[in-house]
């Protein structure tokens, strides 16, 4: 998107001598000038975007990642069009120049900034921050680019025909905002589902090099000398190579890069509507993960020990029913399976490609026992938050909330105040509420602060913690697995209606757990108290804490 630049007072001379000599008529130029900056609106919304998204991936915290880029970019863009002021009088030259750099740049930012994350993430030191600098670097040069189209398209629109300022101000704009709008719709409904964010961007370069190149040296080529027709061409031309090659090479290179983020083991690699799952291992007897967005949600050395953390000490007292909101994976309602007395699960998970997944790759299929090949368990597709709104009241003895850890900006809604009593309705009287918060060791304020969310909500609270080894966790917004960044514990709140605190205990006459005892369970819990946090605020969906 373009930025406003002052154009020249009324009454002063141009900087060119003659308006230009046009292969077409001045009403047909105007209208070629307009439907470029349209074009060149849409190519520059979408590189925001990209940048936007692939940082939310890979970087984590899609608020911050938004601001970071949204305002370097917004800075950057009032400083290049201070800058393009310097080539008004060799506009189409300029432009030229602008829109062929903008195009590789913004083109090959994503490729770029996915390399980096994949091959360098692990490296530690100066590198850690690499995705970040480099997400800086890419915001600032493609804002300067942008900002700088604008001046040169106000030269050469008065080029062909002069007008008074508030005129071509308001046609220029008017293409800008409107080309804008149209890439803005684009890349969430055209290019992420049937191209991905890679060739997306790609093939957004071309069609933005395309533009540029064909307005300058198609409408104002007797403007640029016999060298700079050639140099532009070469130009445009190189640039189109680049991008037509690194579509071409892709995929191989996805796959290179995953193989470096995740090791040599995907077996399943596939973006769903909602988001990237990938499966490692599972096979040949060796471990299963499942990575959802680059997070690692299931650690197959280590999952048992968190759902049966997760799930039994809830099903102590009536479980006729129960409610598990996220766990897509089945792995918790395998865990509810195992108890007797269960009439209906519900399963509200958002991922429907998940779900599907779940039933069927072999893998996963096993891991969690074919817990949806029974006829008790029922999957409804939605947003946990929008199906409890209209839930029917008092239904269900037992909620489990599967759900990704709070410290992920996206999840931060489903730990809210507002969230937790929209699932205190639908418990039965002396229902359990079970909430996976996060480790307790490595993120104490936020384990907290949703202990204090569920007390604002009208639950009494019984907090505990299960230890884990150094690698294969659940969810972390660090996205990592590997030892020297993966939390040590998970942290669990047991919840329930009133003021009484709910038992912390494992019922003798169900199936033991292979990793839980009552013993352990207590330990645990008193260790998690020892770092209890007081005075903390409860976090809403207006005021979020996490």
Known sequence: MIEPQAPAPPGAPPPWGAPARLPVRPGTGRFLVLACAFVCAACGLVYELELVALASYLIGDSVTQASVVLSVMVFAMGIGSLAAKRLRWHAAAGFGAVEATLALIGGCSAMALYAVFAWTGDWGGL??????VLLVAFSLTIGLLIGAEVPLLMELIQRIRRQDAGGAVADLFAADYVGALVGGLAFPFLLLPFLG???????TGAVNVVAGGALVLGLFRRDLSRRARWLLLIANLTVLGVLASAAVLVDDFERAARHAVYGRDVRVALQTDVQEVVLTGGTRGR???LYLDGRLRVGG?????????????????????VLILGGGDGLAAREVLRHTGVDRIDVIELDAGLV???RHDPGLAALNAHAYDDPRVHVTTADAFRWLRGAPWATYDVVIADLPDPGITASTKLYSQEFYGLARRVLRPGGRLVVHAGPVASRTQAFWTVDATLHAAGL???????PG????????PDRSARASRAAHDWGFILARPGRAAPPLRLDPHEPSPRTLTRGALTTDARAAAHTRIKG???STLVHPRY
């Open 287 to 289: 471990p299963l993960d």
């Open 301 to 321: 050395r280590d999952e048992r020990r968190y759902h049966e953390a997760l799930v039994h000490p809830a099903m102590y007292g009536p479980h006729a029913r």
């Open 127 to 132: 590198w850690a921050n690499g995705p970040r």
């Open 469 to 476: 080894r150094d690698c294969g966790f659940a969810a972390g």
């Open 460 to 466: 009494a609270t019984t907090p505990y913690r299960v």
């Open 356 to 358: 599907r997944l779940a």
């Open 197 to 203: 964010q890679l060739t997306g961007v790609l093939v």
């Open 536 to 538: 903390l605020p409860a």
